[in-house]
């Protein structure tokens, strides 16, 4: 069979969705021709301009200004704005004959089924056979789409269903129609995890397919309890937001962003379907939901829904929320329960469960409730929308941001304690689950030999998840694989020799355990092993150095003790870099201030697409001291050509972390250089991430790794760079872009970068800059503007400007 390649892909329909699509295409590196409907009039620009209807401009505006709007929305749907010269644009009248030459179609246009139908006609005329052509639907039967289509058609069709943003969200719901072939099937699967990043899931043609199946259950059944239990809609969103491993946005802040609308949508397409679904009734909407309807309440997108910003009476925006007995917004109120304070020194989402259904509370109540109505749902939805329980986990932890789907919740309440809240509430289990109890299996999903298994419930055995082969699960292998653990890290044998270290510390911040962990898996890979992978699965790589430690010691004015624990983070980084075996970086998520400094040393970073990087130590009040200000010094002198200008080349470093720049993902990190091509790799799908830096690590052992010798050639320009700087933070403080602090800590950071004030520009070693980063840092922490904003960020997460 030849191998199927994906270098084109049309996409048809330009709408939020089509351009997301579009964008994540083009993130990938394939080329995309996007295309929409002629306008079928002028709009009053167009006529100023004196345009008609057979105006290029005029044909492709629908098209284009909606690929404008994409690329201008936040978050961005595109890893790098220069990405977007990938997508062509044009209309569906003048440029469907160029479908011919794509290796893939997706049609995402109006979710209408007679539109699709002729979309379908119209591009069946123009298909070179053999073309994959998919529909992103979000609930049209698929087996609908391609009636009346030709052979060839109907075998290469399919409904590939992203979630939106296409970017951000890991699901990829792929739903066969009656025809379509397995060899289809496979591809898209494997495309999907591969290429896309995505978490694929082939589901079967039922009405809303799973993710939203069970999604939309999970919102409408909250809607109902919400009245019944009377509870606030701030309370839901504390109950149902990071204390159970959920999206911040929670439930009504996440239907305000996504549009009531679109739920309502697909609540109603799923009452009109699913006759027979044993909570039917339960998809039928809420009176306060019809009335948000009528008056236009849609969230986001109409500028109120179940919150609403206001401008207050002081100039200061407020948030309202809307009281759902009185259906008027009032001020928003906090949600405190007993129960959830039992869970705060719980860090473990999963061993929450079993303490939040055990509240005596309304919290206990409303989490009993949830749960055994959760429950019922999914057991009775197996075999009906899938045959095997884990593609429900992974549609909800991949489609709507759950950290742990209803089945891993159950197993970790336990199988049947959670029968037991179910049957007080009035829900039964499906029979299949008394089943697996009968045969011996107490839960739904078990690990042997690092690798996860599910409960298969035609066998009644334990059958290993497919499609493991490409990842390696930290969680799995944890506990068997360990090498070391103290209370900062466990380092872990990844096998053929590799080792990885992954941080265990709150938010995966840098401290003194960490730092001991580090130099640990460095003392036994040198001894035992060919590598070490510094990386780990939590949401974030690391949030950067245990600040809280930094304030007490600089509060207490222990300078000695600071200025060591300064000096260990810095030698620490420097073994990253000048052990006698290759280290590798795994960033991903918020890589932030030492987290960053800690993938600048490595010899090599694999870090995942999105990685939100950069040196960020000046929001409280200190310069990178880890060597990350001496990194930035060497790199500028590395990229030093003959003729350069070098001190704008040094300036565009400094201001990389004078002004706390953030990369929106790794592609950005390049361009901020603190990723070096030729070098630094980027991996799309996450999941990938810790497999492939093993790899890569594998490979640098294999190919004879050098121990580096230490650098005594950075060149520093001195006294000129330095006059440079301090000229420009004076007229920045002079015309209140900064303030006075600002201006300390950016003439103290461009004192280490200039390399002093030498006359002349000279050649240093890195140490040299270390001891000038390391002063610097440890002057800025003596003061009290310094302390005021390390305190302030501790307090609130935010950064203080004074």
């Keep these: 069979m030849t191998k199927r390649r994906i270098k084109k892909v049309a996409v048809i329909g330009s709408g939020i969705m089509g351009s997301g699509i579009a964008c994540h295409f083009a993130n990938i590196g394939v080329d995309v021709l996007l295309l929409d409907i002629v306008p079928r009039e002028l709009n009053a620009t167009e006529e100023a301009k004196k345009l008609t209807l057979l105006d290029k ?49 997706i049609e995402v246009v109006v979710e209408r089924l007679d539109i699709k139908k002729q979309v379908f006609e119209n591009l069946e005329k123009h298909r070179t056979p053999g073309t994959l052509i998919t529909s992103n639907t979000s609930g049209i039967p698929i087996h609908f789409m391609s009636e009346g289509r030709s052979e060839d058609f109907q075998k290469h069709f399919c409904g590939t269903h992203f979630f939106n943003p296409a970017r951000y969200l890991q699901l990829f719901e792929i739903i066969p129609g009656p025809k379509t072939s397995e060899a289809v099937l496979d591809f898209l699967n494997d495309y999907g995890e591969k290429f896309l990043g995505k978490t694929s899931v082939i589901a079967k043609d ?58 309502v949508h697909v609540a109603n397409g799923i009452y009109d379907n699913c006759p027979d679904d044993e909570a039917h009734e339960l ?67 999963v061993d929450r469960f079993p303490i939040l259904v055990s509240g005596k509370d309304k919290a206990g109540d409303f989490y009993r409730k949830n749960f055994a109505a959760m429950f019922a749902y999914v057991s009775n939805r197996v075999p009906e929308i899938t045959d095997e329980l884990y593609k429900i986990d992974d549609a909800m932890k991949a489609g709507f941001g759950w950290e742990h ?15 037991e809240i179910m049957k007080a509430e009035g829900f039964e289990p499906a029979a299949w689950v008394n089943e697996m109890l009968a045969s011996g299996n107490k839960s739904f999903y078990s690990i042997k030999e690092g690798a996860s298994y599910f409960y298969d419930i035609p066998n009644k055995t334990q059958e290993k998840i497919p499609g493991q082969n490409a990842f390696i699960i930290l969680e799995n292998i944890r506990k068997s694989n360990e090498v070391f653990k103290n209370s900062g890290v466990v ?200 497999a492939v830096a093993k790899q890569h690590a594998i490979l640098m052992a294999d190919m004879g790794y050098t121990q580096p010798i230490l650098r005594n050639d950075v060149k520093v ?42 006359s002349e520009p000279t050649l240093v070693s890195e140490q040299y800059l270390l001891d000038l980063e390391r002063e610097a840092f440890l002057s800025l922490c003596t003061e009290r503007k310094t302390l005021e904003r390390i305190q302030h960020m501790l307090k609130t997460g935010k950064p203080l400007r004074n």
Aim: hydrophobic share 40%; charged share 20%; with cysteine.
């Design 57 to 105: 401009v005029v044909r492709n505006r629908i098209v284009n200004d909606s690929l404008a709007a994409a690329l201008k929305s936040k978050p961005s749907p595109i890893y790098h704005q220069k990405f977007a010269s990938r997508i062509t644009t044009g209309n569906l009248d003048d440029d469907i004959a160029k479908i011919k030459d794509v290796d893939w179609i």
């Design 206 to 263: 039922t009405p809303a397919f799973i993710g939203n199946r069970i999604g939309i259950f999970g919102i409408q059944s909250l809607f109902h309890q919400v009245k019944e239990l009377g509870l606030t809609i701030e309370e839901v969103d504390k109950l149902t937001g990071p204390v159970i491993g959920r999206p911040k946005s929670a439930t009504f802040r996440t239907v305000d962003v996504v549009g009531l609308d679109t739920l």
């Design 283 to 349: 998809f039928k909407l809420p009176g306060f939901i019809n009335t948000m309807m009528e008056n236009k309440w849609l969230g986001s997108k109409t500028g109120q829904g179940f919150y609403k910003k206001v401008k207050g009476d002081n100039g200061k925006s407020e948030i309202l929320s809307l009281d759902l007995d009185t259906l008027e917004y009032r001020p928003k109120k906090s949600a405190r329960f007993a129960t959830l304070e039992l869970t705060k020194t719980v860090d473990k989402v």
């Design 405 to 419: 789907g209803p089945f891993q919740i159950w197993d970790a309440i336990g199988v049947e304690k959670g029968i």
């Design 491 to 690: 380092i872990e044998d990844l096998g053929d020799g590799i080792l990885n270290c992954e941080f265990q510390s709150k938010m995966n911040t840098i401290g003194g355990d960490v730092l001991a962990g580090i130099n640990k898996a460095i003392d036994l890979a040198e001894k035992d092993f060919a590598g070490l992978v510094v990386g780990n699965q939590g949401p974030n790589f690391s949030v950067g150095a245990n600040i809280g430690m930094i304030f007490m010691m600089a509060a207490e004015q222990e300078y000695d003790e600071l200025n060591a624990a300064i000096k260990y983070f810095q030698d620490t980084m420097m073994r990253m870099r000048y052990s006698s075996i290759p280290t590798i970086s795994a960033p991903h998520g918020m890589s932030l201030g030492g987290g960053c400094e800690l993938s600048l040393h490595a010899d090599k970073v694999v870090a995942a697409a999105e990685t939100y990087m950069g040196l960020v130590e000046f929001g409280v009040g200190v310069i990178p001291g880890g060597g990350g200000s001496k990194e930035m010094a060497l790199r500028a002198s590395d990229t030093f050509q003959k003729g350069d200008v070098q001190l704008n080349i040094l300036q565009e470093y400094f201001l990389t972390i004078a002004m706390a720049k953030v990369s929106t993902s790794a592609y950005e990190a390049f361009d901020m250089g603190v990723l070096q091509h030729g070098k630094d790799v980027v991996v799309v799908n996450k999941a990938r991430q810790i």
């Design 717 to 758: 320009l001195g006294k000129q760079a330095l006059g440079m700087f301090l000229v420009g933070t004076d007229a920045m403080q002079d015309s209140n872009y900064i303030s006075e602090h600002d201006m300390k800590i950016a003439n103290k950071l461009a004192y280490v970068m200039a390399g002093g004030d030498l």
